[in-house]
C-alpha cells in the first residue's frame, strides 16, 4: 500500500520559510492526488493545500493567503509545501496523504503519514 514519508519540520522564528517534503515509502503515489493537512494540540486535523496527481491544478486554505506553495515532482515521487512568513499560529503537524477524490476534507484521504512538526517562535 502508499505510504507516505513526511520530512523538513522544525523549529524556526516568525518571518521564516521552510520546505516540507512528503516522499513516498512502497507503492508510487505519482498517479494519484495529494494534500496537505496539519494539526494542533487540540484542535481538529485542518486542510491546508491539495494538488492533483499531475500538478496541473492546485487549491489552498484560506489562512494560506498567498504564503504557502504546493507542488509535486513525479519523477521523484515527491510532493512538496513551501511555507513562507510563517507565524506563530502556523505551529501544528504537518501530514501529507492520498486522496481518488478532489477534496479538502480529511475523511476523503485514505493513506497518511506520520507527520512532521513544525513550530514557529515569536
Known amino acids: 500500500q502508499v505510504q507516505p514519508v513526511e520530512s523538513g519540520g522544525g523549529l524556526v522564528q516568525a518571518g521564516d520559510s521552510l520546505r516540507l517534503t512528503c516522499g513516498a515509502s512502497g507503492r508510487t503515489f505519482s498517479t494519484y492526488n495529494m494534500g496537505w493537512f496539519r494539526q494542533a494540540p487540540g484542535k481538529e486535523r485542518e486542510f491546508v493545500a491539495y494538488?492533483?496527481?499531475?500538478?496541473?491544478?492546485?487549491y489552498y486554505a484560506d489562512f494560506v493567503k498567498g504564503r504557502f506553495t504546493i507542488s509535486r515532482d513525479n519523477a521523484k515521487d515527491t510532493v512538496y509545501l513551501y511555507m513562507s512568513s510563517l507565524e506563530p499560529e502556523d505551529t501544528a503537524v504537518y501530514y501529507c496523504a492520498r486522496t481518488r477524490t478532489t477534496s479538502r476534507f480529511p475523511s476523503q484521504y485514505d493513506y497518511w503519514g506520520q507527520g512532521t512538526q513544525v513550530t514557529v517562535s515569536s
Open positions: 494538488i492533483s496527481w499531475s500538478g496541473d491544478y492546485s
